[in-house]
């Protein structure tokens, strides 16, 4: 069964379609990529797969389940199987990072403060940042803040994430750190990882699956393994991006 499933999505803002007959499933585990140039409607997709924006057409499936057609509340169960990681990693900043990744468990958990510390902890040790409750987000690095972002978004235990640009922003070496990172989330918890990414060096490094969508188009102009579309997709556009370097 796969982790999820779209059939035939169709995503608008009032009249104007910005994806349409998107269809493609995503394995259990994977490190699944969307790529594609400015404005083609990548976070559009996400906002769609995580909730935020109702599709007017097709079907998406999590673990089998239809999540449109599913109540209120069923949703809302699946949708705290999900962790999301918006771009600017989006920690609140007058809170801690403890204060941050305690947010998640006191919405949805009925953990108390002795359970949600401990909780804290063994994300932030999951990360690579064990010790930093006490920190504001100011007081880290922006690799830091991605691991923090990245600990909140593990908070519930998800089986899917969702990552808007990971290494926006980040210097080659901390990117390349953050994508270890994920791959090591990923072996270890088994978290399947759906991520928006510009970065051709981590596309190349991680990435088990590259879906590239288009503007013109408005759908999928390339779905498969980067190493597969760099020498046969039938998109040249796609074939030169993933052979620059
Ligand atoms: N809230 C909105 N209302 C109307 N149109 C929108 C809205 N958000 C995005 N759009 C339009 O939808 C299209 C896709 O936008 P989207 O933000 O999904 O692109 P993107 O691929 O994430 O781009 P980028 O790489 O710059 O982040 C664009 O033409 C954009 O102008
Ligand atoms: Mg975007």
Same mark, same amino acid.
């Given at each position: 069964m796969s982790a999820i499933r779209l059939e035939n999505i169709r995503c608008l803002y009032e009249e104007t379609?910005? $994806?349409?007959?998107i269809s493609f499933a995503v394995d259990e585990g994977e490190l699944f990529f969307i790529i594609g140039g400015s404005g083609c409607g990548k976070t559009t997709l996400l906002r769609c797969m995580i909730g935020l924006l109702k599709p007017d057409q097709g079907d998406m499936f999590y673990f089998g389940k239809n999540f449109l057609s599913e109540d209120v509340e069923e949703q809302r169960m699946l949708l705290k199987k999900f962790g999301v990681l918006y771009q600017s990693s #989006? $920690?609140?900043?007058?809170?801690t990072i403890g204060e941050n990744i305690s947010l998640p468990l006191e919405e949805y958990t009925t953990l108390n403060k002795k359970d949600r510390r401990e909780v804290i902890a063994l994300k932030l040790a999951q990360v690579g $940042? #064990?010790? #930093?409750?006490?920190?504001? &987000?100011?007081? $880290?690095s922006g690799g830091m803040r991605k691991r923090a972002g990245l600990a909140r978004a593990l908070a519930l235990d998800p089986k899917i994430v969702f990552f808007d640009? &990971?290494?926006?922003?980040?210097d080659p070496v901390t990117s390349k750190e953050i994508d270890k990172l994920i791959v090591e989330v990923r072996d270890t918890l088994g978290t399947t990882m759906v991520i928006v990414s510009h970065q051709l060096s981590s596309i190349l490094r991680i990435a088990d699956r590259v879906l590239v969508l288009d503007h013109e188009t408005r759908g999928i102009i390339a779905d498969g393994t980067p190493y597969e579309l760099a020498s046969n997709s039938s998109d040249q556009r796609v074939r030169n991006f993933l052979n620059q370097s």
């Open positions: 379609i910005v $994806l349409e007959n #989006a $920690l609140w900043s007058s809170m $940042l #064990a010790g #930093a409750e006490e920190l504001y &987000p100011s007081e $880290l640009e &990971p290494s926006g922003g980040l």
